[in-house]
């Protein structure tokens, strides 16, 4: 038995309860890098302390799963060495399978749903081995299946994340038998490599508001763990003819929607905020006034929690004046509809160009945009350029160009503050090439004060998916998750996007990146699947926050 030697952090083990033990019933890599050195992570208070121990050691998968009709001896089946393909079968392989899920070189927080594994194999290969050696666990988890997919149990999830947390090694073989159990062909090796687990403490939290437009348009959300999803604000319950680019309050209650009032071409024309329990009220501090000025044609609403209580409800969106595209900031509870007073211009000195998807930090001190030379840019832009730009208590200004996310060479574009603001995630794609769904379209970090750009690890799909690589599946729209958790001296990120990877489903599915900064150091890894989202469905523009969604009908 091999013994490792491990950092605990504050995490009990925790025992698996009675009886669990006894349940029978190619990849992606991550990437490291460094941000600047003058750039500094602020300290996180941890309740936690690191000691090198021993392990505890458990014994919790000696029992193999034996799952969708595979047969008790499928362990003699794989006991074999493997083969090489086609080797004497017949033409009956072409490899191992290709595991596209979980992705290897992922990240799972703590919480997350369990792992649903899914592979492509060669039509004739009707059993599969999946073999998870975990940290903690003298015996490896071993699973038989004939499908080619399995959802791990979650009472063996529960039992990985609590005491295997750490560095998992995975495996999937595959080979083909007869009626009777006979090998004829294999085993077969397919994928193999790593993923990680995160210690108990590092949890991804909140809740996911997306947009799917399969079957007409609606907002759907889920928080993170659920299964399922389910609709939160259709375009009645909004009055308005399309829901689409959207963000939350900062306390969760209520999005705010760029919706649109045109049912004959559904141009985005106005913005309505509306409640995510399912009611899509308004809120009752929002003046008629206020009501008023958002239903002139703008964009893309965004709000600050340094800007979010009594006196002080603000939103900032992009308007168009005298052919140019502006950010501007809203009273919503304005007394009066009058520029100065109820809203107006904030002033981003030394930029001329049009605004295009501003995003207001958290801390309200400040707000990033994409300036570009398109008129009436919204959230569309050909030659964008990452500014920030201070609040100053709406006056706003002098605009400065964030390095590593205003590079002429490329159209950079969507910024979007971590839970700390000290971190700019943002889509790029070459200059001069539009924003608006453009298959070529990748998401990278850089510090807020600008630095070395960070390339995500999570744009690559599995290798072994020779028909998809990145650039070129739609890598979109980033938001990070409404906390950065610590633990072992690491902040541990995490951000949604959409991404038209998935081989079973024709659209854009939601993934999560997730990110580990140590001492300026940025390690990322390869994408989170969200399974509990249908397949079917095409699913875009994610925000991700505290959003009280309601109960899961």
Known sequence: ???????????????AAAGLAALASCGSSESESSFADDVVLPERDEASVSVDAAPIVHDDFRTPVFADGASPNAPQVFAHPDVTADAGDGGASTGGPCLYEPEIGTLFPSNWLRPRFRFSAAQAENLFEIKLVVPNQISPLVIYTTKSGYTLDKALWQILTTTGFGTVHLSVRSAVVDAAGKVTAGPFKGTEGDFEVAPPQVQA???VLY?????????KG???GDET???????????????ACHTSTPDGLYAGLTGSSNPADGTPSSITIRSVDGLAKEPPFLSAPAKTLLARQQYAPTFSKGHWQDGDHTVLTMLTLAAKTEIVWTDLEAKTDAQGTGWNVLARGGDMGS????V???????????????????????EGRIFTVPYANRKGGAAVAVAGASDPAFNQFYPTFSADDQVLAFNRVPTGATSYNN?????????????????????????????????????????????????????????????TRNPASKGPQLYVAPIVIEGGNVKTYAALTLWNQPETENNHTPAWDVFQLPGPK
């Open 355 to 358: 605004a295009s998807s501003v």
């Open 205 to 207: 939290t909140g809740s």
């Open 1 to 15: 038995m091999r013994m490792l030697k491990s950092t605990l952090v504050l995490a009990t083990s925790v025992a």
């Open 211 to 219: 947009w799917t437009t399969s079957g007409g348009t609606v907002l």
């Open 229 to 243: 999803v389910q609709p939160v604000i259709t375009p009645a319950a909004a009055q308005t003819q399309c829901v």
């Open 360 to 382: 207001f930090a958290h801390d309200g001190t400040k707000l990033a945009y994409v300036s570009t030379n398109a008129t009436g840019a919204g959230v569309i832009a050909s």
């Open 439 to 499: 298959a070529a379209a990748e998401v990278f970090v850089v510090p807020t004060a600008g630095g070395t750009a960070t390339r995500l690890a999570a744009n690559d799909p599995p290798a072994c998916l020779t028909t998809k690589k990145s650039p070129g599946i739609t890598n979109s729209w980033p938001k990070w998750a409404p906390e950065v958790r610590a633990a072992g001296g690491k902040s541990y990120y995490f951000l949604v996007f959409s991404s």
């Open 222 to 224: 889920f928080k993170i």
